[in-house]
């Protein structure tokens, strides 16, 4: 059912793109005559709170398809009350990160993963068909002209918020029939401070759930962050940092507050496995998950599953001491530790840095050696040659 309606709108949609398309070599650009401060110390600055000099405009309307890309200085958008966007949360978007290299130069990791995520998020909320190439292209351009704003300081970087609007001014409740797809980009610190690989906690609490069957938990679309908040706030009142998303009657686990989630542990035939929940259309497919497992599968001595996990098979591990390590994986920390899950109101203890987090550490490792281009990899993509 929700495949069969995906595709009708994908066809629909993508016959109105051929009209007019998303294309990169009709941008214009208009410069900043005041640039920005930027940050003396972006280890300091609060996450997304900065933003850099200029932003990347695209137009899209059902009558004539897409507008000359725009690239022009930060500002706020003039908008309708009726915006469908602000009524009906059409609306989605993308999280990535652009790292200046130990050589100097710019780059970005695996992005095209980016686009084909946003594009299927669009295709949900019933937004119009883009080339994703193309997209890429003029994001590459705005950071390029805004390349002086990605931090030279460790562990900061410059990152990188596509976000695509229904931006139709009335109240019908039915596919936009203007849009707009923009970038704006924010230099941001390190997720640890004090250079720490700190462990968080986690409530899991079954009474909430993120995603469901049917449902859009595996789109990155802004409905499902506003109703996460709550949660958040009753995890932190709980004195635990992050919520830990468990779903079904035999309580999954499926993911770590924003981020996917990954157990390695001892399974009960004595193999060293490395779990992380499969894409069932609960779980957001991470770029940082993808990339994890495929590192993992050529590490030895280890199986990687992507296979469902409960918090049954979890209570037991750790009972009978096999659970070593559990850790979130997404673009903003890399890997993040977890030392206490709050569960049917016990505190389970995690030892994942009991041991030194060997296999957390090792994924964070390669990964950031990539993503800094100490490692040359395919997946790191210069943002200019
Ligand atoms: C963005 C996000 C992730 C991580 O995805 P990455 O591509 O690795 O950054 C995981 N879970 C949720 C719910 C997310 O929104």
Known sequence: MALSFRRLNRISY?????????????IQVKLTESPGEKPKDTSRVVFGSVFTDHML??????????????????????????TSALHYGIECFEGMKAYRGVDGKVRLFRPMENMQRMFNSGQRLCLPAFDKEEFLKCI?????????????????????????????????????KRALLYCILSPVGPYFKDGGFKPVSLLADPRYVRSWPGGMGDCKAGGNYGATV????????????????????DYKLTEVGTMNMFIYMKNEQGVNELVTPPLDGLILPGVT????????????NIQVSERS?????????????????????????????????????KNYHIPTMDNGAPIAKRAHKELT?????????????????
């Open 140 to 176: 590459k351009r705005l950071v390029h002209i805004d390349a002086d704003w990605v931090p030279k300081e460790p562990d900061c970087s410059l990152y990188i918020r596509p976000t695509f609007i229904g931006y139709q001014p009335s109240l019908g409740v039915g596919p936009s």
């Open 369 to 385: 050696s990539i993503q800094w281009g100490e490692t040359p990899h395919e997946w790191s993509v210069p943002v200019s040659d």
């Open 309 to 345: 996990i409960t918090m049954q098979e979890v209570v037991k591990a750790l009972e009978e001491g096999r659970l070593m390590e559990m850790f979130g994986a997404g673009t903003a920390c890399v890997v993040c530790p977890v030392d206490r899950i709050l569960y049917n109101e």
């Open 289 to 300: 998950r993808k990339s994890i497992v495929e590192l993992a599968q050529k590490w030895e």
């Open 14 to 26: 993508r016959r109105l793109a051929a009209l007019c398309p998303l294309q990169y070599n009709n």
């Open 230 to 249: 709550l949660t958040q706030v009753e995890a932190e009142r709980r004195g635990c940092q992050q919520v830990l998303w468990l779903y079904g009657d």
């Open 57 to 82: 405009e695209i137009d899209w309307t059902v009558e004539k398809g897409w507008e000359s890309p725009l690239i022009s200085p930060y500002h706020d958008f003039p908008m309708s009350p009726a």
